[in-house]
């Protein structure tokens, strides 16, 4: 893992994650994210101290620096590491309610919309994309 990258964690379990997951690595065109699947022993030492119920509930992502954000709090510092993501970061910024509120909506129908968005072989691209990105 390079010392510069930040890792993304998500849960592998979600259809609807990982799709997600696999357009942000898709705009990550610099390789700036590394996904690190929540229930992979990895993910307790970057989340040290949050307990296991708080770590899944929510994506996170930890900076190269160790810095952790979760949930909709996490939106700006994701997308400031995209290419071009910096002027909708600075939007997201100044909605942190409305992100959170948001984030909580897809939070709650995360399955239905795994089922109804994310076909079969729109998953397993989206698979081989993550593990692409894990090496």
Same mark, same amino acid.
């Given at each position: 893992?390079? /010392? +510069? =990258?930040s890792r993304i964690l998500y849960d592998r379990e979600c259809r609807f994650c990982r799709w997600s997951l696999a357009w942000l690595l898709r705009w990550? =065109? %610099?390789g700036a994210l590394e996904p690190v699947a929540l229930q992979d022993p990895g993910a307790a030492e970057l989340l040290a101290g949050m307990d296991? #119920? =708080?770590r899944m509930a929510s994506w996170h992502l930890v900076g190269p620096d160790g810095s952790? *954000?979760?949930g909709g709090i996490a939106a700006a510092p994701l @997308? +400031? +590491?995209l290419p071009g993501g910096t002027p909708l970061a600075s939007r997201v910024e100044r909605f942190p309610g409305a992100v959170e509120a948001a984030y *909580? @909506?897809?939070v709650r129908h %995360? /399955? =239905?919309l795994g089922r109804a968005l994310v076909g079969d072989r729109a998953l397993e691209r989206a698979d081989r994309l993550?593990? #692409?990105r894990r090496r």
């Open positions: 893992m390079s /010392g +510069r =990258r990550d =065109r %610099r296991e #119920e =708080r952790v *954000a979760s @997308l +400031r +590491r *909580a @909506l897809v %995360r /399955g =239905r993550i593990a #692409e």
